[in-house]
């Protein structure tokens, strides 16, 4: 038969004591100083070393060499008392569970004052000291008070408070805790070292959190994963199907879901949850367990090198995009949400619908008017509006486009004069600057033509372009400039498509022959704007040369999606998708974090965004083009 790895592995000196070096220490300090107590009483929760710490105390008061912390372990008490020794006739250790009554304790008395038959002290261990009855107390009150020289007391208990305080304050009283995950991990790595057995690192988490801290508990959990390994080791699937804990991937697409707010894809998830034959309660738990990991991700980047958030580097990289989506009043709701679910389902008849109850509350924070809801609501609004990345973030050709500012017409009349150029006895007025504008010269006989006819751009024209740039300038929060001729990609699709094919016309270096700059300026700011949409030349110049390069193009066909492919599958490699937009255009991947992935009908993926006006932006082909080559790439 073989032996429990809690039982082979105990410790045989306090230094092997795992996690419990607050009171290790300071007993091997009062060991070498000799100074040593009649009664101790070890307390904390269960399988944290109390008995173990018991036992090597006795080993060390009785060694050849001691008292001592560093027992010989070859004389023949130090045998004797081994983890898996004979015992001493010197070392009494009952179980006050079963003898915990008055007679007990008075036959334990009258048997503490025989001397130690062969060895320095006698030492009795009293473990689940909180079991003796109040009159068996009183029946050693006596001698743990005035103890003989030779005798040694050591209570062990889960629950201090139930021993009698006047028994408890003739002790030294030795706090034990629950092991930290970091050094139980160690333990099990050596562990598993020892017996030559490969476990797959995401396996080690699952054994600490089933283990609850206890390291008997948790290599009670080990053993038993370790008895069904196979020849390759311990696999994450059996381990997950051996222990009844939800699978990390499972929990990965239901806070994606929650994220982009897919009703659908969470309830399919509690689907195959029931199919497979999970607990909704474990399931619950476990996604109360993530929730906390991301909160503490979000409010402590380092949380993983502190030890606060334990787990694989994919999770760990995983959880940090998550938290990224999810706001902090988002995280805090969620985990009220299911803390208090778990509650009501205790003895609950139907789990699951309890759960996908659950999940519709998630889901719709406007069904609440608490404080929670509200500050969610806000928290997306905010976070909506945030779409423009830092300045200076990007450099190049992309660096322009983020810093994108819109203009309403009325504004431009009254811009500040230019900061930079020579300035000539007669020219245009001061709004035009001359690092963006462009020279009369240099644009087409067409549209220079139509920015000297005011007539023909009517009021209805004009009107709607500047309310939509007044929707995305409080969308955006951009500040207000005086360009004085929008570039492309600040024009809406059909007239930036009109815009472009009118430029196309003719190179910047064949200037022609036009108004000159005088006659530009009596036309008046609003209508020099090209916001009219003016058809294309069906021939000429324009249609002979094409659109320029930064006119919307057709967007390419993408490539066919596989069978097997969902949102669920997109939003798992979302974060790559960003990283492969972002080397392609800073702009593009600056929206693309705003948008979120709704779902994936054929081989069209599906995204949405918080307004109309990024809508448009997000749907022009230069972006569109950007988002194509990045699921290709990825």
Request: hydrophobic share 40%; aromatic share 4%; glycine share 8%.
């Amino acid at each position: 038969m073989a032996l429990a790895l809690y039982r082979k592995y105990r410790p045989a000196k306090l230094a092997e004591v795992v996690g419990q070096e607050h009171v290790t220490e300071p007993l091997a300090t009062a060991l070498t100083a000799g100074r040593i107590n009649h009664a101790y009483l070890f307390s904390g929760p269960r399988g944290c070393g109390k008995t173990s710490s018991a036992r090597i105390l006795a080993r060390s008061l009785n060694c050849v060499q001691g008292p001592t912390p560093e027992p010989c372990g070859v004389c023949d008490s130090c045998i004797a008392l081994a983890p898996e020794g004979p015992g001493s006739i010197d070392v009494v250790e009952l179980d006050a569970a079963s003898h915990g009554g008055v007679e007990d304790a008075r036959e334990l008395r009258d048997r503490a004052f025989y001397a130690p038959a062969e060895s320095r002290y006698r030492v009795f261990i009293v473990d689940e000291a909180h079991m003796v009855t109040t009159q068996g107390f009183n029946a050693l009150l006596k001698i743990v008070e005035e103890p003989p020289d030779h005798l040694v007391f050591i209570f062990a208990t889960t629950e201090p408070e139930k021993v009698l305080p006047t028994i408890r304050s003739r002790t030294h009283h030795y706090p034990f805790r629950l092991i930290p995950p970091g050094t139980m991990r160690s333990l099990l790595e050596r562990i598993c070292g020892d017996e030559g057995v490969t476990v797959a690192p995401p396996v080690f988490p699952l054994v600490i959190r089933a283990g609850g801290g206890s390291a008997r508990d948790t290599l009670s959990v080990l053993d038993q994963l370790l008895a069904g390994a196979g020849p390759d080791g311990v696999a994450y699937e059996r381990a997950v199907a051996l222990l009844g804990v939800t699978d990390a991937a499972l929990i990965d697409d239901t806070v994606d879901a929650l994220a982009a707010g897919d009703g659908a894809a969470v309830y399919q998830a509690v689907d195959r949850l029931v199919e497979a034959g999970h607990d909704p309660r474990r399931f619950a738990s476990d996604l109360l367990q993530r929730l906390r990991d991301l909160m503490l991700v979000q409010a402590v980047p380092e949380a993983a090198e502190r030890g606060l958030v334990d787990g694989a580097e994919d999770e760990l990289s995983r959880m940090t995009d998550q938290a990224s989506r999810l706001g902090a009043a988002t995280l805090a709701r969620y985990g009220e949400i299911v803390h208090n679910g778990l509650v009501e389902m205790r003895g609950a008849t139907a789990p699951r619908l309890l759960l996908e109850l659950l999940c519709a509350r998630m889901l719709l924070p406007a069904a609440t008017t608490t404080d929670a809801g509200l500050l969610e609501r806000l928290e997306r609004i905010e976070r909506r509006n945030a779409i423009a990345p830092e300045p200076g973030a990007a450099g190049g050709a992309d660096a322009e486009p983020a810093k994108r500012t819109f203009v309403r017409p009325t504004e431009r009349a009254a811009g500040p004069p230019a900061a930079e150029g020579p300035k000539p006895a007669e020219s245009k007025p001061a709004e035009t600057k001359p690092a963006e504008a462009k020279p009369a010269e240099s644009r087409p006989a067409e549209t220079r033509a139509a920015e000297t006819k005011p007539a023909e751009t009517g009021p209805a024209e004009t009107a709607a372009p500047a309310s939509e740039v007044s929707e995305i300038e409080q969308e955006t929060g951009d500040d207000v400039v005086e360009p004085s001729r929008p570039s492309p990609e600040d024009l809406p699709p059909q007239v930036a498509a009109a815009a472009s094919a009118a430029t196309g016309a003719a190179p910047a270096e064949q200037p022609q022959a036009g108004p000159s700059r005088e006659a530009q300026a009596q036309a008046g700011p609003p209508q020099a704007e090209p916001r009219s949409e003016r058809p294309a030349p069906e021939s000429g110049a324009g249609a002979e040369s094409g659109a320029p390069e930064n006119g919307p193009a057709e967007p390419a066909e993408p490539a066919p999606a596989a069978s097997s492919l969902d949102a669920a599958a997109v939003r798992r490699v979302w974060p790559e998708i960003l990283a492969a937009a972002r080397q392609r255009s800073r702009s593009t991947e600056a929206l693309m974090v705003n948008a979120t992935v709704r779902a994936v009908d054929g081989d069209t993926l599906v995204l949405t965004i918080g307004s109309a006006p990024l809508a448009r932006r997000l749907s022009e082909a230069r972006n569109t083009d950007v988002i194509v080559e990045s699921l290709r790439a990825v």
